[in-house]
């Protein structure tokens, strides 16, 4: 019996991705079999850690900056993930933090 179930084939998108319980949650997908697309807002650098550590073990990754609290850039955000790995068929949000004095109101 496997510990993950196969998700060979499949694209999982996971926004948060480039540190704490996001980046866990990209690498079990990869281990898994996904194609994942690693999601920040601002940490590019660790998230293309991220990206590396699954392409190392064999798996598929591309880093996408967006903020997803802003409509458009999730707009964007799907295209840019269809266009490198394809549809997306997987969907993880890990809200990070924001200080209020950047929040979006």
Given at each position: ?105
């Amino acid at each position: 019996m496997a510990l993950y179930p196969d998700l060979a084939g499949k694209v999982a998108l996971v926004t948060g991705g480039s540190r704490g319980i996001g980046r866990a949650i990209a690498l079990v997908l990869a281990e898994a079999g996904a194609a994942v697309a690693v999601n920040c807002r601002e940490r590019a650098d660790a998230a293309a850690g991220v990206a590396r550590e699954i392409e190392a073990k064999g798996g598929r990754a591309v880093v996408v900056q967006a903020d997803v609290s802003v409509a458009a850039e999730v707009t964007e955000l799907a295209a840019a993930v269809a266009k490198e790995l394809g549809a997306v068929t997987s969907w993880s949000t890990t809200p990070g933090s924001r200080s209020p004095a950047r929040s979006r109101s």
